[in-house]
């Protein structure tokens, strides 16, 4: 077995078929073909369920597969770590929610970039649950979500606590008129989004089941929506103050369970960090107040 092998093995499940995985290999099928039955005499499983359709994953497989990833990890940060043995270089992948993109990541981008300038750091949003699976699965080197993540495998640490706010449109009526209004409208971020699912427990706490929901991608959007009277929604305040202070918005504070927002930053344990994650990871490590990093 070599990792040639194994990328072959991951290009038969990423197309679900030999005659693919060849074509994306340079190789020709009659290759791949022996090379699975190579893998497969070698663990002594078989990898793949053939039918005239399709070839999918055994459970075997999805064992192997979680290896791959790793295995393919490492061997390119050990190239990397190798070529660049007194320098701290190569590239991040860095997962977090809309507002944080906002509002952390040029500081981010500043604060890093003087100190590693070898560094490429790439950022990308997205919700929740999303980065946090991406991170297990080696899409992205580390994430900033919202706590608690309680998952296995992952490391954490805490970046800060946030306050989330009510928002509504200073033209408008009083919040109070427009929770008796039917249907009530609320200007949101698609399912799986933590300002959407704290808003909609709000409401069910205010015995508010029924309402209609428009879905937005920006927070830019959600702010001109909400600011022309079009529904209410639920941000960071910090995002209202940094940024949209001279809005017609109002804010509404919330109790301290519903409006208390913990950042984390998650990223792999009990893996070899490349260098310029644990730079990173470092970074948060010793500025944050009080931070230490915690296994789950």
């Avoid at 977090?96 to 890093?112: D, Q, R, S, W």
């Avoid at 449109?169 to 609320?186: H, V, W, Y």
Wanted: hydrophobic fraction near 40%; aromatic fraction near 8%; include cysteine.
């Amino acid at each position: 077995m070599n990792t040639n092998d194994l990328k072959i093995f991951e290009a038969v499940a990423a197309n679900g078929s030999f005659t693919k995985a060849a074509v994306t290999m340079f190789t020709v099928q009659s290759n791949v073909t022996a090379r699975i039955k190579s893998l497969e005499e070698e663990f002594g499983v078989e990898l793949f369920t053939r039918t005239s359709r399709k070839v999918e994953l055994t459970p075997g497989g999805q064992t192997l597969m979680q290896y791959c990833k790793q295995i393919g990890h490492l061997v390119e940060e050990a190239k990397n770590n190798i070529k660049n043995s007194n320098t701290v270089s190569g590239s991040l992948k860095i997962g977090c929610i809309e507002t944080t993109m906002a509002l952390k990541v040029p500081g981010i981008l500043n604060h890093f970039e003087e100190n590693y300038p070898e560094v490429e750091l790439e950022f990308r949003s997205d919700m929740r649950n999303n980065l946090v699976n991406d991170v297990l699965n080696y899409k992205l080197d580390a994430a900033f979500v919202s706590a608690p993540v309680n998952v296995n495998g992952l490391g954490q640490i805490h970046i800060k606590e946030e306050q989330l706010v009510i928002l509504t449109s200073s033209n408008g009526p009083k919040l109070n008129e427009l929770l008796t209004k039917q249907p009530l409208k609320i200007i949101v971020f698609d399912e799986g989004c933590i300002f959407r699912a704290r808003l909609e427990s709000w409401l069910s706490s205010k015995g508010i089941v029924h309402y209609k929901s428009t879905v937005l991608n920006s927070v830019e959007g959600i702010i001109n929506f909400v600011e022309a009277g079009l529904g209410i929604s639920l941000l960071p305040e910090e995002v209202i103050f940094s940024y949209y202070s001279g809005r017609r918005i109002t804010s509404h504070g919330l109790n301290k369970q519903l409006g208390t927002m913990n950042t984390v930053l998650v990223f792999k344990k009990d893996v070899l960090q490349p260098r310029a994650l644990k730079v990173f990871v470092d970074m948060y490590s010793s500025t944050a107040h009080g931070l230490v990093t915690t296994d789950i």
